[in-house]
């Protein structure tokens, strides 16, 4: 139980019980009237229109479906709602309480069968977007799946947050709705705990708190995909120690929320001129923001913990929560290194290099990479096992998995710049050159193929250098080093999980067959 005179005023958490719970609407309560099957796009977008406070270049961004930094990566996330009611068999589940099709992400299994089945769901959605959504609907899904899974871990902890929590489940999974998360505190100094901070509230953090809920005060990040979901669980993943538990808190926040703003990094949607110059960056940029909570009044029913420090490493480790969460990501990697070994070999092809000894080892090599990443996704879930009677993947291939590809993707992208060389870098500044005859015909002499024409040439390679070498790119470099926290931290679950008993029990078993007694009385009886 939380220690509630560490926090800034006692509060009455316990006034409402489990049945009294009426989450609050994340979004317009007719939005999805007249869709009993399964959610689509269109309904999507229309919640989107919600008054949601949004900073970019200076401004509030206003309709975040209409901007022209936003607009067309935000339809592409709608269009994964299209996907899934097009491929309701494959994509969706049938809600135990409301009998509405959603997402298969909602899905807690069972069985082995089952958690194929869910990520075949997942990599259908990932297909869509190549792996560039980092965070698609089906990531914080999996997230507050697992949390469900370990629902005993919460009603250990406090029975009314755990009925919270799971009220808040049945909302958002018979909703569909799509969850970002902030669960890291602002860099700042740090070497520092969140409260000796310089700005108590740098971190964002209870203010207040009565018998209604709690206040919430300061900085969260990195809201990714933040613009385009409907709600936001806000908690901490880091360590969090003695001092820091006004700090402490776990919640589910609609992103129009009162208070509730962000502050949207550069876009790149914005930055890219056409779809053919930047066919990545111009409709998959998910987009960043800092979450900026402007003393936000929380409800009790959307919370799940606070105070209690221990418990925000015991939502993600005690549940399958962190394992499953980081499995969605896993299948995620895994088709997009299916796309990126797609560029290697039409690289190779359109330089008319494929036939040369030396190209034909670095695809070897890449195509043995990024079967790994495939391999370790199945060993997951072969090696997977049955915990509170749901069905979870393997926790050590796992972390190894996110050890290995946090190393492998830099290297994976570099083997790509070294298959297409200047290539990259020596294209027409945009789809304006081949409008200009004289242009167009020196762009025909001097972009040639002997696979491709001149234009397909172009437009294959500004499609690669999109994916590994623009700002785009970088940024996609940068969030496969890092989403699962700094290797330190990835090395640190690998550590924990593997079973060293088995390893040390094979050296224990080895030295326990001799000895130096045994071994002079076989050279006494040789002799």
């Known amino acids: 139980m939380c220690c509630a005179s560490k926090l800034p005023r006692k509060a009455n958490r316990s006034s409402s019980s489990a049945a009294d719970i009426t989450p609050s609407p994340a979004v317009p309560p007719d939005v999805f009237q007249g869709e009993k099957e399964v959610k689509t796009g269109s309904s999507h977008l229309a919640a989107l229109r919600d008054g949601r406070m949004v900073y970019i270049g200076g401004e509030e961004a206003g309709d975040v479906t209409a901007h022209p930094a936003f607009r067309n990566s935000v339809a592409s996330a709608a269009s994964l709602y299209d996907f899934q009611a097009a491929n309701a068999e494959l994509m969706t589940i049938e809600s135990p309480t409301s009998g509405r099709r959603v997402s298969r992400a909602w899905d807690l299994p069972t069985s082995y069968e089952a958690l194929v089945e869910r990520r075949r769901a997942m990599e259908a959605w990932a297909e869509t977007h190549y792996g560039f959504m980092g965070r698609s609907p089906d990531h914080v899904a999996s997230c507050f799946a697992g949390m469900m899974m370990g629902l005993d871990v919460f009603e250990s902890y406090d029975p009314v947050r755990a009925g919270a929590l799971a009220d808040y489940f ?5 909703n569909d709705l799509f969850l970002t998360y902030v669960i890291i505190n602002p860099q700042a100094d740090r070497s520092k705990a969140a409260h000796e901070q310089a700005d108590e509230y740098l971190t964002a953090g209870i203010v207040d708190q009565d018998s209604t809920g709690l206040t919430l005060r300061g900085a969260k990040m990195l809201a990714t995909s ?3 979901a409907n709600e936001v669980f806000v908690s901490c993943i880091q360590p969090l120690g003695p001092g820091d538990e006004k700090y402490a808190v776990s919640l589910a926040l609609p992103m129009n929320a009162p208070g509730l703003k962000l502050l949207s990094r550069k876009s790149y949607e914005a930055a890219a001129p056409s779809i053919y110059d930047n066919p990545l960056a111009s409709r998959f940029d998910e987009n960043d923001a800092v979450i900026y909570f402007d003393d936000v009044k929380v409800p009790w029913d959307r919370v799940f913990v606070a105070g ?9 480790h005690a549940t399958p929560a962190h394992v499953l969460q980081n499995y969605q990501c896993q299948v995620r990697l895994m088709v997009k290194m299916r796309f990126l070994m797609g560029l290697a070999r039409r690289t ?10 030396p190209v034909r080892d670095t695809l070897g090599q890449l195509a043995a990479e990024a079967t ?3 391999g370790m996704v199945y060993g997951m879930e072969a090696k997977g096992k049955v915990v509170n009677g749901f069905y979870v993947p393997d926790a050590q291939i796992l972390y190894s998995a996110q050890v290995l590809t946090q190393q492998l993707y830099a290297k994976v992208i570099n083997s790509l710049r070294d298959l297409a060389g200047g290539g990259l870098i020596m294209l027409p500044s945009s789809t304006r050159d081949f409008a200009n005859p004289e242009i167009a015909r020196i762009i025909g002499k001097t972009q040639q193929s002997p696979t491709a024409s001149s234009e397909e040439r172009v437009k294959f390679f500004k499609l690669a250098w999109d994916a590994i070498g623009s700002e785009f790119a970088s940024r996609h470099s940068q969030y496969e080093m890092f989403y699962a926290g700094a290797t330190f931290v990835t090395k640190g679950h690998s550590f924990r999980t593997y079973d060293w008993a088995q390893a040390t029990g094979l050296v224990d078993n080895v030295m326990a067959s001799y000895s130096v007694g045994s071994d002079m009385a076989l050279s006494e009886a040789a002799a």
């Open 308 to 316: 209690d420090t221990a418990m925000m490493m015991k939502q993600f």
């Open 226 to 228: 933040g613009i385009m």
């Open 348 to 357: 190779a092809e359109v330089n008319g290099t494929i036939a040369l000894p």
């Open 372 to 374: 790994l990443v495939e």
């Open 170 to 174: 049945r909302y958002a999974r018979d």
